[in-house]
């Protein structure tokens, strides 16, 4: 399974937009990039994902570098209840199973 | 509304004892999966299944048993095997191919 790298922690404030990094330097082509956001006690919610192009849903954003080494998850007005652990996966289009990280602990400060 | 639940919330067992956790979906996906989470720590896949009567072994398998005898359910086993089996359990399912699952709000399971 390919591997990400996220940063441990990141720290942000209220109504200010954030960029959550990932990196995925052996990716594979048919590889897609999702990211997974898990509040305290609860199961992992779905963000967003994307193969190539970036991506744009009622949550965030997804920007892809064009050697699809990395990624960045947007959040475009971080609110109090974004603070989450989230989670950036590579899923093979024909593999069925994702294969979690640690993730990145996002704290958001009123 | 289409979801999937997981049940009980919490379950409590002595150690020694199998327990079975219960997962349903009514979203018409055919795969399901469960994961184990230790505190602090990422998800870790114990079996996941693609089709009916069919499933496979995940990273950390031993000492938990699946079946997959309907589409909407894929109930877990911890038995006695498995030697720390407290841990927060989570289950998911998806369309096959590279779409998003949807998880459960999860089992906390305590061995004492």
């Known amino acids: 399974d390919a591997k990400t790298t996220q940063p441990n922690s990141m720290e942000s404030n209220e109504e200010e937009p954030v960029h959550l990094p990932c990196n995925h330097s052996t990716i594979s082509g048919t590889d897609y990039i999702h ?39 947007i959040l475009h007005r971080a609110t109090l209840r974004d603070a989450a652990v989230y989670y950036c996966i590579l899923r093979d289009g024909g593999a069925q199973k994702l294969v979690f990280g640690q993730g990145t602990r996002l704290t958001i400060n009123p | 509304d289409g979801g999937i639940t997981q049940s009980p ?40 299944s693609q089709i ?45 191919g590279a779409y998003g699952y949807t998880f459960g709000s999860g089992t906390r399971l305590t061995v004492v």
């Open chain 1, 35 to 73: 990211w997974y956001r898990q509040l305290p006690s609860q199961g992992p919610e779905y963000v967003i994902h994307g193969l190539t192009s970036n991506v744009n849903n009622r949550m965030a954003s997804l920007a892809i570098a064009e050697d699809r080494k990395s990624s960045t998850l």
């Open chain 2, 52 to 96: 009916v009567n069919d499933f496979q072994k995940g990273d950390i398998a031993e000492g938990y048993s699946v079946s997959r005898e309907k589409k909407e359910s894929f109930p877990l086993t911890v038995t006695s095997a498995q030697k720390n089996p407290t841990a927060f359990y989570l289950c998911a399912s998806s369309r096959l």
């Open chain 2, 9 to 48: 919330k919490y379950l409590f067992r002595k150690e020694g004892q199998n327990v079975t956790l219960s997962c349903e979906q009514n979203l018409n996906h055919d795969a399901m999966y469960w994961y184990r989470q230790d505190p602090g720590q990422g998800l870790r896949l114990i079996y996941y």
